[in-house]
């Protein structure tokens, strides 16, 4: 059975990500005096680069998470920033390919399919986004895939099941979001591509 209160969990991702994006900025600013009286080292390029991968990830997570009211846009640089940190710390690229600005809700419903597609492409890979309005276009290419058939079939379910691990939410709260926006979801999938269409 889905979250009976998405909207409440949305506010709950919010609070969470807003308080722990403060603390983990200073550390990012006192690490950078640090680097200016100390100098670098490969300690410190280690460190900098935890924070600089926390920062896209916290960001990341308010928008997939968060709260996203009707009329609220997303910059289209602001998401470039956010998947261009992200690409940093793992094997995964992020090609976004939209242009200007974005309602939230639908870079939220967006996000979570990125982090679907993660999951699926250990060995990393190329995520673009594309959107030919309404219609949101996400395709991932990779050497190889490890798709979770219970958890893909979750995505096209109208009552998805939760029963599943917390890394694997998103399975579970895309669904619901879709069928509040009342778009409806499509895939196709290759031993090379995946597609996803809302």
Sequence with gaps: ?????PGLAALIGSRI??????????????LELLQMTMGDSPEMEL?????????ARIKFFRVAFGAAYDGQMLGGSEVRDILTDLAKGGRVQFDWQ????????EARMVFLALQCFESAMPHGGTVT??????QWMVE??????RIEPDLWGNLSLTQPS???????????????????????LTARTSDAEVMLKF
């Excluded at 460190?47 to 920062?55: G, L, Y």
């Excluded at 939209?98 to 939230?104: A, H, I, N, S, T």
């Excluded at 029963?163 to 409806?184: C, K, N």
């Design 1 to 5: 059975m889905p979250p009976s209160n």
């Design 17 to 30: 990500c807003h308080d722990l994006i403060s603390p983990i900025g200073a550390i990012g600013n006192g």
């Design 47 to 55: 460190i900098a680069d935890s924070v600089t991968n926390a920062q």
């Design 98 to 105: 939209v242009p200007g600005d974005v309602p939230r809700a």
């Design 129 to 134: 986004v594309r959107k030919d309005d309404p």
């Design 140 to 145: 991932a290419q990779s050497g190889r895939f």
């Design 162 to 184: 939760t029963d599943m691990a917390p890394a694997q939410l998103q399975f579970a709260l895309l669904p619901v979001l879709l069928a509040e926006a009342g778009r409806r």
